[in-house]
């Protein structure tokens, strides 16, 4: 509940001022970390507009995803599909995966500027 309430404040201060706090990656290196434009693309997918919020993070969608099925996971604990999904999506090898598409992006988004 707190953290809702803090998600919701912090969503009108942004409203209110136009200011996001910048990333602290990007500002002592000046390379962009793999989450940089999260902030703006869930604002702007909150605002609706989702090819606006894609353009921001092209990673986007595979974060919502995964903390969507984790959070399934934690709201329906009884559910053996979600519970299954769970499982493999969480799995070493599934993990490895996702830190490899992490690097990947990071890589493709520096080298290309995006």
């Given amino acids: 509940m707190a953290g809702a309430a803090l998600a919701v404040l912090y969503l009108a201060i942004v409203e209110w001022t136009g200011i996001m706090p910048q990333c602290l990656v990007k500002q002592l290196t000046g ?7 999260s902030q703006r693309a ?8 989702p090819a606006r919020a894609l353009s921001y993070n092209y990673f986007l969608p595979v974060t919502i ?42 890589i493709v988004r520096n080298i290309l500027r995006i």
């Avoid at 869930?42 to 507009?49: D, E, P, S, T, V």
């Fill in 31 to 37: 390379w962009s970390c793999p989450g940089c434009g």
């Fill in 42 to 49: 869930l604002h702007a997918l909150i605002n609706g507009g």
């Fill in 65 to 106: 995803l995964f903390i969507a099925l984790c959070g399934l996971h934690w709201v329906l604990p009884g559910n053996t599909l979600i519970e299954k999904t769970y499982r493999k999506i969480t799995a070493p090898a599934a993990l490895y995966i996702l830190l490899g598409m992490v690097t990947a992006w990071t």
